[in-house]
């Protein structure tokens, strides 16, 4: 029988879908408003929200929107739900012949959207279903999708997920072939994909329905803006002068001016794998010690290369990491999308500099993809689907950055 630690690990990895560091433009899928939420749903003492940032900070609210933290969570729209309704793209076959899902798309009278999921069961005309809404998109979609549903104020995973290459798939961790719609969503899979679930008593998958707020929003690596709102605006109330932006950062937190640790703590809450909670979920700021909150053992020497898993573990064995003082900040921009490769190799370059010592040998050439070779794509168990019968597993990039020999005899026998 499996551990309640492994279930917990189960259940957290079902909605790993896409919370990957944003090297990546979104295509297709979200606008920038579907992550949004609104002021009633900041429920937390301190917080306002990202709207509230726009007054002064129009372009980097705008062009963080766009990115794959922030639309790793969001309401159900016509947007956000990038698998298709219409006859002939809305169904899943299984590995039962006698059961399939449909995924439907319907509106009330006001014209608002609605979908859902329904398995169908049996043989027709005797058939039985079970049906369930889309309530939270999890995923921005440039790899996936997983979606919730809530039954009452308990939130559980839907058994039907949609992967960008191939549609609609079985969610990762419910059985192909059986009907089944009662994987539970725990506080700590939320704290990785939304900027707050306000948890109620146990059972463990008890929220506030109400009192939650999705996307990775401004505040989770800022902190709270109560007061940093406040006193902006009350500078700018003493400051007639028509468009003066202060440039003080009163009153809020700037993950850039912290110790290297920090910042690696600040990365690592999502970054570094489930661990075990040791303080309430949503508990962290910015700028704590991490590990008075999650305790997150060190990946072992043949880890999977995961997003949820170990990517800082895997970044911090790299030599890169140990004779220097990069974080993930000295590659990663979070405020923006990243998908150019020759955008990291130049970061690569500013270390390695050909003809130099750092270099590994005159021979090598200058390519504008360091990151294919250092940093290759490789398969990972800790996401795990199935389609048409095929057991199937996404590939991650590798953040462990080292000399791959399998791709360096590739590379010299081209």
């Not at 899979?189 to 008593?201: G, I, R, V, W």
């Not at 794509?377 to 048409?388: D, K």
Request: hydrophobic share 30%; charged share 20%; net charge neutral.
């Amino acid at each position: 029988m499996a551990s309640p630690q492994n279930k917990r690990r189960a259940i957290a990895i079902v909605i790993a879908l896409v919370v990957t560091a944003p090297l990546k433009a979104q295509t297709g899928g979200q606008n920038a408003s579907t992550a949004t939420t609104s002021a009633k749903d900041q429920a937390r003492d301190g917080y306002v929200g990202d709207d509230a940032c726009l007054r002064c900070h129009a372009d980097a609210v705008a062009s963080f929107h766009k990115t794959t933290h922030y639309l790793t969570s969001s309401e159900p729209s016509e947007t956000s739900i990038l698998g298709k309704f219409t006859s002939g793209n809305n169904t899943l076959k299984t590995a039962n012949p006698g059961l399939y899902y449909r995924m439907d798309e319907s509106r009330s009278d006001k014209g608002k959207p609605s979908f859902s999921v329904t398995a169908v069961e049996g043989d027709a005309p005797d058939t039985t279903s079970e049906t369930e809404p889309i309530d939270v998109v999890i995923g921005s979609g440039e790899k996936g999708q997983t979606y919730l549903y809530w039954k009452g104020d308990r939130l559980f995973e839907l058994p039907v997920s949609y992967w960008a290459s191939l549609g609609w798939v079985n969610s990762p961790g419910y059985r192909d072939g059986y009907s089944d719609f009662d994987r539970a969503i725990i506080p700590r899979c939320l704290e990785c994909h939304a900027t707050y679930f306000k948890s109620q008593p146990p059972p463990f998958n008890r929220f506030d329905p109400v009192g939650y707020s999705l996307g990775i929003q401004c505040e989770v690596c800022h902190g709270p803006g109560r007061e940093h709102v406040a006193l902006e605006a009350s500078k700018l109330a003493r400051r007639p002068t028509s468009g003066t932006v202060p440039g003080s950062t009163s009153g809020i937190l700037n993950p850039a001016r912290f110790s290297r640790e920090r910042q690696m703590d600040l990365c690592a809450w999502c970054h570094a794998g489930l661990g075990w909670s040791l303080q309430p979920a949503f508990s962290y700021r910015p700028g704590d010690e991490l590990d008075k909150f999650i305790d997150l053992p060190p990946p072992g020497r043949y880890a999977p290369p995961d997003v949820h898993g170990n990517q800082v573990g895997l970044l911090e064995q790299s030599a890169c990491y140990r004779s220097s003082n990069m974080t993930c900040l000295t590659c990663h921009d979070v405020h923006g999308t990243q998908h150019d490769v020759d955008y990291f190799s130049r970061k690569c370059l500013t270390c390695h500099k050909p003809h130099s010592a750092t270099f590994s040998k005159p021979s090598h050439p200058a390519t504008s993809n360091c990151v294919h070779c250092h940093m290759p794509r490789q398969h990972t168990n800790m996401i795990v689907f199935n389609s048409e019968g095929k057991r199937m597993t996404p590939e991650m990039r590798s953040h462990w950055i080292k000399i791959y020999p399998d791709i360096q005899a590739s590379v010299a026998n081209r």
